[in-house]
């Protein structure tokens, strides 16, 4: 048994503020602060990896720079994963699927991935049910925040003042925006927005959150806001959920917060039939339960059992059968990519063929010519 673990991370960069790139800083400080030796992969880097660099954990962009082999891999994202096993041929991993939607988030089938991570519901329901991984393999792993960062306030006041629309994914123009402003004006609460698509993303969330009575979220930045005592609405996009209570959080939670728990169009009328459940004293309830069970403490612990666990099982490699799981995943791989392309090329083909008919036609070229002088200029 190891009692201190070389554990390789990888993830597809390290540059961007969002879900898993915050989520293997925290994982791998955490690791560090248990006596583990943590060091991540990952082709792009930046803001991130500056941290990590900062905690005094290494980073790279290029697996040749390492000289020592990890323990055990654990993996984000099919092709850093894939490069991580092929680099270190003798080493057994994990992968963490951390989305629905983004290709890059579906399972490898590679003989020494030998336990898989679902963070909520749709990911466990991507791995077992669309990929075919078997449930044994398969563990649930809370999304988490570090409750070590993230102080709770003493009190909500018994009416809510301000609001905060918290998310990358919702922009000052956007309707939804505009549908959660109006119906805020309308109970005379003052509203903010803090993310990328509005062009404000923030690096210190814990001392911005306190300053919102109320927070509409989704996924980690909902677990930090009903951290720090808040009430939250689960929300992003076009779409939004209900205010999480102690009743529903369990279920939410269960859904992460996410995709699943957001069942309705926003609007100034849902929007408003969630802002009239604000209730103090239930917020202050569920900031101390998901204190205690939704840390990144409590999370790296269960990744550390996962770990001990990958490397109980007994596997010799079997080069033969790692050859035809790598064909086979580049076989899928290309389809897959090829198909899409093949489809965005019959999304364009109207476009290029009016591009085509003014330049090829004798008549409409002068006319083309002069337009294309006009835009350069």
């Known amino acids: 048994m190891h009692t201190s673990l070389k554990i390789l991370l990888t ?18 400080i955490e690791l560090q602060k248990r006596g583990h030796s943590p060091f991540v992969y990952s082709p792009i880097l930046g803001e991130i990896a500056e941290e990590l ?45 951390h989305g629905w939607f983004p290709w890059q988030e ?25 990929s075919g991984i ?35 994914h919702i922009g000052k123009n ?11 004006h309308e109970l005379g609460i003052q509203t903010t927005i803090i993310g990328e698509f509005s062009g404000n993303s923030t690096n210190n969330p814990e001392k911005m959150l306190l300053q919102y009575d109320i927070v509409f979220a989704v996924g980690r930045s909902a677990i930090e806001a009903l951290a720090t005592g808040a009430a939250v609405i689960v929300c992003s996009g076009k779409r939004i959920g209900s205010m999480v209570t102690s009743e529903n959080l369990e279920d939410i939670r269960y859904k992460n917060f996410g995709l699943q728990a957001m069942p309705r169009k926003t609007s100034v009328e849902t929007v408003r039939s969630e802002l009239v459940k604000y209730n103090p004293q239930d917020a202050a309830r569920i900031c101390e339960q998901i204190r205690e069970r939704a840390s990144t403490q409590q999370m790296t612990k269960d990744l550390i059992d996962l770990y001990q666990e990958v ?28 198909t899409k392309e093949m489809a965005n090329r019959q999304t364009l083909q109207p476009i290029i063929n009016f591009y085509q008919f003014f330049t090829k036609n004798p008549f409409l070229r002068p006319l083309f010519k002069g337009m294309k002088k006009l835009l350069v200029r």
Do not use: W
């Not at 078997?134 to 570090?146: D, F, H, R, T």
């Not at 956007?174 to 805020?184: L, P, R, V």
């Not at 799981?325 to 990519?337: C, G, I, V």
């Open 174 to 184: 956007m309707d939804t925006f505009k549908a959660i402003q109006k119906a805020c």
């Open 311 to 338: 490397l109980l099982i007994p596997h010799e490699v079997d080069v033969e059968q790692e050859r035809k799981a790598l064909s086979h995943y580049l076989h899928q791989f290309s389809k897959e990519h090829q």
């Open 106 to 130: 579906a399972p490898i089938k590679f003989p020494r991935i030998h336990r898989y991570v679902a963070i909520d519901s749709l990911t466990y329901t991507r791995l077992v049910i669309e």
């Open 11 to 28: 993830n597809h960069n390290l540059a961007d503020r969002a879900g898993t790139q915050l989520y293997i800083r925290d994982v791998a």
């Open 53 to 97: 660099r900062f905690a005094t954990i290494p980073v790279v962009s290029d697996l040749k720079q390492l000289s020592f082999q990890p323990d055990v891999i654990h993996g984000h994202h099919q092709l850093e994963t894939l490069a991580a096993l092929l680099h270190f041929p003798a080493t057994p991993a994990l992968f963490v699927s």
């Open 134 to 168: 078997p449930e044994e393999k398969v563990k649930l792993i809370y999304n988490s925040a570090n409750m070590n960062l993230f102080e709770s306030r003493k009190f909500l006041p018994r009416k809510p003042l301000k609001a905060l629309v918290y998310s990358n």
